[in-house]
């Protein structure tokens, strides 16, 4: 199987760029992204032979609600790692003493952005009654400078931990932590690499959706009009490498919640509080 990829500079490009992959006869077309929905959507109806497949979006709703039968949704769970990550930072928050006080920046505000916040604000007020929450959007994805801003105005505030939620915007954010020698966490990849303010990262394992997706067209299995979930359970979300300071009683409450969202006993929110 041959593979392709098509980087839009604008939302003007999501129509063409999805239609070239389709007119080529690619097996499957894999739309990276909340925000080429309703291009997919097009697409995938004026190709209805071809197979179609959307990252961080669910096809059951709006604008799909499940009737677009080429096109599939590879939705990822991150309230559930995100709730790791808010318990872990408010623990060391508390751990630290001084100001209880973390944060998040956003990029967009959009569902897949919430979604992270949503479950970070739920386990830091689990593991910490007393912890305030900041959060902050940046309205951006790759400008560093926007979320480095709106990072240090949080850090400004008393903010001992810095959630990056916004790509490649939220470097700025890391970077602000490190400069104020407080706590970052990263986001969708392990960006441990950044160095030891890393505290931990959301981890969304997209690659597995992606190949998982690849494999089901190659041996017949893929099937449009439903969504794929991916979480703690199934290992399509999760925890990064942990900075070594983090103490052990710490990492065995992290886990000791892992395992009960795993059961169901927990089940994170999807929606921001008080946004």
């Given at each position: 199987m041959q593979q392709q990829s098509l980087e839009s500079r604008s939302s003007a490009d999501y129509i063409p760029n999805l239609s070239t992959?389709?007119?080529?006869?690619?097996?499957?077309?894999?739309?990276?992204?909340?925000?080429?929905?309703?291009?997919?959507?097009?697409?995938?109806?004026?190709f209805p032979n071809q197979s179609f497949a959307i990252t961080d979006y669910s096809v059951l709703g709006p604008p799909f609600n499940g009737k677009v039968k080429n096109v599939t949704g590879l939705t990822y769970a991150t309230q559930q790692n995100g709730y790791l990550a808010g318990c872990l930072a408010?623990?060391?928050?508390?751990?630290?003493g001084g100001k209880q006080v973390i944060g998040a920046v956003g990029g967009v505000k959009i569902p897949p952005v919430d979604t992270y916040?949503?479950?970070?604000?739920?386990?830091?007020?689990?593991?910490?009654?007393?912890?305030?929450?900041?959060?902050?959007?940046?309205?951006?994805?790759?400008?560093?400078a926007k979320c480095k801003t709106v990072a240090q105005?949080?850090?400004?505030?008393?903010?001992?931990?810095?959630?990056?939620?916004?790509?490649?915007?939220?470097?700025?954010t890391l970077a602000a932590a490190k400069d104020a020698g407080v706590w970052g966490i990263g986001v969708d990849t392990d960006q441990a690499f950044l160095?030891?303010?890393?505290?931990?990262?959301?981890?969304?394992?997209?690659?597995?959706?992606?190949?998982?997706?690849?494999?089901?067209?190659?041996?017949?299995?893929?099937?449009?009009?439903?969504?794929?979930?991916?979480?703690?359970?199934?290992?399509?979300?999760?925890l990064g490498r942990t900075s070594s300071k983090v103490p052990e009683d710490?990492?065995?409450?992290?886990?000791?919640?892992?395992?009960?969202?795993?059961?169901?006993?927990?089940?994170?929110?999807?929606?921001?509080?008080?946004?």
């Open positions: 992959c389709a007119r080529n006869g690619d097996d499957v077309t894999i739309a990276a992204g909340f925000l080429l929905a309703d291009a997919l959507k097009t697409v995938a109806q004026q408010a623990l060391m928050a508390q751990k630290q916040i949503a479950g970070y604000q739920a386990g830091a007020a689990k593991c910490n009654p007393d912890v305030k929450v900041i959060v902050g959007y940046s309205q951006d994805f790759v400008d560093q105005n949080q850090i400004a505030e008393g903010s001992q931990v810095e959630f990056n939620v916004a790509g490649g915007c939220g470097l700025g160095g030891p303010h890393i505290l931990t990262s959301a981890v969304k394992h997209v690659d597995n959706g992606v190949f998982n997706t690849i494999e089901d067209v190659a041996k017949n299995r893929f099937k449009g009009g439903t969504d794929v979930v991916f979480d703690l359970k199934n290992g399509g979300v999760g710490i990492m065995a409450k992290v886990n000791s919640l892992k395992a009960q969202i795993i059961s169901g006993a927990i089940t994170p929110p999807t929606t921001v509080k008080g946004g």
